[in-house]
Every structure is written in C-alpha cells, then in structure tokens.
C-alpha cells in the first residue's frame, strides 16, 4: 500500500506565498517523478509542475518564474514553492507519484487566492 500526503494548503492574499508538501510512503521499489497538478472549480485537472529521479523539471507556462518544484529523494517528498499567486492560482493541488508500474494520488490540498 502506498499513501500520499499533500499538506500546506490554505487561504492567502494575491502577492502571496504558500509552500505545498507531498510525502509518499508505503511499499514500493522506487519513484520515477512526482508532480503537482490542480483542479479549480468547473475545469479540468491540469499538470502543473514535475519533477523526476534526476531533477529534471516542467512547469506549465502560467507558473514559470513563480513556482518552483523540488524533492527530497530521501524521504520520497516534493515540495512546491508558489510565490507572487494569482487569484487564478486558486484550486485543488493533487500530488501524484509514479513508480514504474502506477500512478499514487493524495487526496488534496486547497489553496484559495484572494484579490
């Protein structure tokens, strides 16, 4: 059984920041990349940053400059640093891992931007 976690969610002000974390434990071999994607009300989920086993990184281009992605092999964990959020930046953030046979999912972390 593996678990992921998100936490660090939670209301701020445009301008703002606010630092995601995602742990995954469990039973598994090893994890091949981890990503954040989120899901604002009424659309669809969407990728928004990556990064795999040998830190290459993605950011969708509404984030570029403003997100940043990073892990800690060690401890299966990637953090997402969100600096100077949009109100349109507000949504559920979903953490998932892959290992080379699936795909693990948390459960969420709402982050809610105000203008």
């Known amino acids: 059984q593996v678990q992921v976690v998100e936490s660090g969610g939670g209301l701020v002000q445009a301008g703002g920041s606010v630092r995601l974390s995602c742990a995954a434990s469990?039973?598994?071999?090893?994890?091949?990349?981890m990503a954040w994607y989120r899901q604002a009300p009424g659309k669809q989920r969407e990728l928004v940053a990556s990064?795999?086993?040998?830190?290459?990184?993605y950011y969708t281009d509404s984030v570029k400059g403003r997100f940043t992605i990073s892990s800690n092999k060690a401890r299966n964990t990637v953090y997402l640093q969100m600096n100077d959020l949009k109100p349109e930046d507000t949504a559920v953030y979903y953490c998932?891992?892959?290992?080379?046979?699936?795909?693990?999912w948390g459960q969420g972390t709402q982050v809610t931007v105000s203008s």
């Open positions: 990064i795999t086993r040998s830190d290459t990184t």
């Open positions: 469990g039973s598994f071999f090893s994890i091949n990349h």
């Open positions: 998932n891992a892959a290992t080379d046979s699936r795909v693990y």
